[in-house]
């Protein structure tokens, strides 16, 4: 083959290698999403924050293709690289001494390419409240109890509905902490049988302040 022909060949090879290299990059391109999380009540950042995401198909509908997780940094700062063409949720972002943050299962189609920016404010659990039960007369095997507070109840993690039961055993009180934001109040309710909020026969509502725990006593 004459030389001029081959160099001819070598540069159309080298050209579509090019060309095939660069239609396979954007094939792999992905949606970029980056924000900060922060403290809802300080505004700092919150390092070491968990955020979680996940894509599913469309074909069959909201079949799960993968679950996407990373931490924030030291400045609460996140990145994650999805996928693009994919049904994409924003699912949650929590760590330990905050209310989780729970998006809506809602998707939205993703564009190849696309950057994004999600801020995050999660709401610090600063207030303690430590739920002491005293079975002083032995007349009962359990009581049920549920707490209600607003904030929490606004983020869907509310401890609302019925109350959940405590077994309870003579001269031995029942002892356990919750964490709620501080500066507001959280109501309890009890009662010897099943109950569904507000249908419970006694409740008592107390204030939390900031990084104290505060006690609320049940003599039953």
């Avoid at 290698?17 to 809802?40: P, R, Y």
């Avoid at 996407?68 to 609460?76: E, L, R, W």
Wanted: proline fraction near 6%.
């Amino acid at each position: 083959m004459p030389l001029i022909l081959r160099l001819g060949f070598l540069l159309s090879f080298v050209i579509f290698l090019f060309v095939f290299s660069a239609c396979k990059k954007e094939d792999n391109s992905t949606n970029i999403f980056t924000g900060q999380v922060t403290n809802k009540k300080t505004g700092a950042p919150v390092a070491n924050a968990n955020v979680l995401a996940y894509t599913s198909s469309n074909s069959p509908p909201n079949q799960l293709i993968k679950d996407y997780s990373t931490k924030t940094n030291a400045q609460g700062y996140y990145t994650m690289a999805i996928p693009g063409e994919d049904q994409f949720t924003f699912s949650e972002v929590f760590k330990t001494g905050f209310l989780p943050k729970i998006y809506p299962a809602k998707s939205s189609y993703l564009v190849r390419g696309d950057s994004h920016l999600v801020d995050v404010q999660l709401i610090p659990l600063d207030g303690h409240l430590r739920l002491v039960i005293n079975n002083a007369t032995g007349q009962h095997d359990s009581l049920y109890v549920a707490i209600y507070n607003k904030t929490v109840f606004d983020e869907g993690l509310g401890l609302d509905g019925p109350g959940w039961p405590v077994v309870l055993s003579k001269g031995n009180p029942s002892s356990r902490v919750f964490d709620f934001p501080a500066d507001e109040s959280v109501s309890v309710y009890w009662d010897v049988k099943k109950f569904t909020i507000p249908g419970s026969m006694f409740y008592n509502s107390i204030f939390l302040s900031p990084s104290d725990t505060t006690d609320f006593i049940i003599d039953y």
